[in-house]
């Protein structure tokens, strides 16, 4: 992997900061490296409620339909409350980035600093040698774990799709149009979902042939508006007739709780986008306001979306509430729709670590071989992602992995030490020295405790979870047999 930063004029032609919010699709704005974006004119600053909205879009996706499942693994009262506190605790460390950057903008006299260049900053202004003298691995940290993070996305997509697809198709036919009645929804057993996966790769392989992110940019209206759609819907059933919750456990098992962890911070981890929305507001100053409106918003939704989501299915809830939906046609359609907006949102998250790694072999080969080098590279990136995926098929894990090993550094565990070294030269009162300590260690121990839980489920499973890969028969809660 190239570990040399790309300039900022490499990123002119697939800024994603490019595309109006309109077009800009749900996750691919926040999980784009800080690095691809430049400054902009005036003529194409954002509003405050144009940043606003990509703030929303940016930390909407397939986090947010895991959630249910995270709450069931902490319990229907400590999930939504540990929801509150690293929702708080992210926010807070998305702050910290601002207010470092915007340090370090005032005292470099530079017009805008990415998080890369932040983290390289700030160890540059540390009391110790060690770290002044190795503070270029700030960046590579922070490239390292935005490709991580990009590539584990990938990986979850490619399970969402397949799980989806493979319910819609075996239940196709027992789907009705009565949404309401009771009744078992009988699998007809097809193919593993693993093989859906495989199916799905050469479409996806021939999605990210598409090198220019501004042609991506095409089908982002039709991402947008097939996820609003779905979850719009998946509100729509969740809140009706919920069961009576005195059966759920307040609290769950201490051993499910690493898994809350590692998902709750995948949904939560958006903290690469604050500092490109901030760098294209007409009024920057105005930045921190919306900043905690917008995540306040979103901390809402994952609250209640998870909680709702548990209460109304109960033990059944799945690695996707998508797949908890019942047997008709419109909420078939709902798995659809989402499935789609997924698809074309693969090529963005996929372009971020292609643009740094596609580079690093293109620039070795003569010249008439460049095409055919890239064209290889990005599909064995995108055959990685999907053998990843086929060995952990289960998307709970496959998100609270990518959560604990990626997200919690980036969201929690960078930010507070990045304040550390930042203002040591200016002095930290003790309290503020405790508080960055405390969210550090936080995201350290679900880190290690997360990554270690999720790895061990998937060695060697506990209780089996409840699957669509199974061609038994099954049925949803709120209206289902169970």
Same mark, same amino acid.
């Given at each position: 992997?190239?570990?040399?930063?790309?300039?900022?004029?490499?990123?002119?032609?697939?800024?994603?900061?490019?595309?109006?919010?309109?077009?800009? &699709?749900?996750?691919?704005?926040?999980?784009?490296?800080?690095?691809?974006?430049?400054?902009?004119?005036?003529?194409?600053?954002?509003?405050?409620?144009?940043?606003?909205?990509?703030?929303?879009?940016?930390?909407?996706?397939?986090?947010?339909?895991?959630? &249910?499942?995270?709450?069931?693994?902490?319990?229907?009262?400590?999930?939504?409350?540990?929801?509150?506190?690293?929702?708080?605790?992210?926010?807070?460390?998305?702050?910290?980035?601002?207010?470092?950057?915007?340090?370090?903008?005032?005292?470099?006299?530079?017009?805008?600093?990415?998080?890369?260049?932040?983290?390289?900053?700030?160890?540059?202004?540390?009391?110790?040698?060690?770290?002044?003298?190795?503070?270029?691995?700030?960046?590579?940290?922070?490239?390292?774990?935005?490709?991580?993070?990009?590539?584990?996305?990938?990986?979850?997509?490619?399970?969402?799709?397949?799980?989806?697809?493979?319910?819609?198709?075996?239940?196709?036919?027992?789907?009705?149009?009565?949404?309401?009645?009771?009744?078992?929804?009988?699998?007809?057993?097809?193919?593993?979902?693993?093989?859906?996966?495989?199916?799905?790769?050469?479409?996806?392989?021939?999605?990210?042939?598409?090198?220019?992110?501004?042609?991506?940019?095409?089908?982002?209206?039709?991402?947008?508006?097939?996820?609003?759609?779905?979850?719009?819907?998946?509100?729509?059933?969740?809140?009706?007739?919920?069961?009576?919750?005195?059966?759920?456990?307040?609290?769950?098992?201490?051993?499910?709780?690493?898994?809350?962890?590692?998902?709750?911070?995948?949904?939560?981890?958006?903290?690469?986008?604050?500092?490109?929305?901030?760098?294209?507001?007409?009024?920057?100053?105005?930045?921190?306001?919306?900043?905690?409106?917008?995540?306040?918003?979103?901390?809402?939704?994952?609250?209640?979306?998870?909680?709702?989501?548990?209460?109304?299915?109960?033990?059944?809830?799945?690695?996707?509430?998508?797949?908890?939906? &019942?047997?008709?046609?419109?909420?078939?359609?709902?798995?659809?729709?989402?499935?789609?907006?997924?698809?074309?949102?693969?090529?963005?998250?996929?372009?971020?670590?292609?643009?740094?790694?596609?580079?690093?072999?293109?620039?070795?080969?003569?010249?008439?071989?460049?095409?055919?080098?890239?064209?290889?590279?990005?599909?064995?990136?995108?055959?990685?992602?999907?053998?990843?995926?086929?060995?952990?098929?289960?998307?709970?894990?496959?998100?609270?992995?990518?959560?604990?090993?990626?997200?919690?550094?980036?969201?929690?565990?960078?930010?507070?030490?990045?304040?550390?070294?930042?203002?040591?030269?200016?002095?930290?009162?003790?309290?503020?020295?405790?508080?960055?300590?405390?969210?550090?260690?936080?995201?350290?121990?679900?880190?290690?405790?997360?990554?270690?839980?999720?790895?061990?489920?998937?060695?060697?499973?506990?209780?089996?979870?409840?699957?669509?890969?199974?061609?038994?028969?099954?049925?949803?809660?709120?209206?289902?047999?169970?």
């Amino acid at each position: 992997m190239s570990t040399q930063r790309l300039r900022n004029e490499d990123y002119q032609d697939y800024s994603s900061t490019d595309v109006s919010p309109e077009e800009s &699709p749900s996750e691919s704005l926040g999980n784009l490296p800080p690095g691809a974006y430049q400054r902009l004119g005036e003529s194409n600053s954002t509003t405050w409620f144009q940043t606003l909205i990509h703030l929303l879009k940016g930390n909407i996706g397939t986090g947010l339909l895991g959630l &249910p499942l995270a709450v069931k693994n902490a319990g229907i009262l400590l999930g939504p409350l540990s929801l509150l506190v690293i929702g708080i605790a992210a926010v807070h460390c998305m702050g910290l980035l601002v207010k470092c950057a915007r340090h370090f903008c005032c005292r470099l006299n530079k017009p805008f600093v990415d998080y890369g260049d932040t983290v390289m900053y700030g160890l540059e202004s540390s009391p110790s040698a060690w770290l002044r003298n190795h503070a270029h691995w700030g960046r590579r940290v922070v490239d390292f774990f935005l490709i991580v993070t990009q590539l584990g996305f990938c990986c979850v997509y490619f399970v969402f799709l397949a799980d989806n697809f493979k319910q819609v198709i075996e239940a196709a036919n027992g789907t009705t149009n009565n949404c309401h009645n009771n009744e078992t929804a009988i699998l007809m057993p097809t193919m593993d979902s693993r093989l859906y996966m495989l199916a799905f790769l050469p479409f996806l392989v021939l999605l990210v042939f598409i090198r220019n992110l501004r042609a991506l940019s095409v089908f982002s209206l039709l991402a947008n508006m097939s996820m609003l759609v779905s979850l719009v819907l998946i509100y729509q059933f969740i809140v009706q007739g919920i069961p009576n919750p005195s059966r759920l456990p307040l609290v769950a098992s201490w051993k499910t709780y690493p898994l809350f962890f590692g998902t709750a911070i995948f949904a939560f981890e958006g903290i690469g986008m604050v500092l490109p929305l901030e760098n294209k507001m007409k009024d920057p100053q105005k930045f921190s306001f919306i900043l905690y409106l917008g995540m306040a918003i979103v901390t809402i939704l994952y609250i209640s979306l998870g909680s709702l989501g548990y209460l109304q299915f109960g033990a059944s809830i799945q690695g996707s509430i998508t797949l908890n939906l &019942p047997n008709c046609w419109l909420y078939q359609s709902v798995k659809l729709l989402y499935s789609i907006g997924i698809f074309f949102t693969y090529g963005l998250q996929f372009y971020v670590p292609a643009e740094i790694i596609v580079p690093f072999f293109v620039s070795r080969v003569p010249e008439p071989c460049k095409l055919l080098v890239d064209l290889a590279v990005r599909t064995a990136m995108v055959c990685l992602t999907c053998v990843l995926a086929v060995l952990i098929p289960r998307l709970d894990l496959v998100i609270s992995l990518v959560g604990s090993v990626s997200s919690s550094a980036l969201a929690l565990i960078i930010p507070p030490l990045l304040e550390v070294t930042t203002y040591s030269s200016e002095g930290l009162s003790p309290l503020t020295l405790a508080k960055d300590a405390l969210i550090s260690i936080l995201g350290f121990v679900g880190f290690v405790v997360g990554t270690y839980e999720a790895l061990s489920e998937l060695i060697q499973p506990g209780a089996a979870p409840i699957s669509t890969n199974s061609s038994s028969a099954f049925a949803y809660r709120a209206g289902y047999i169970l």
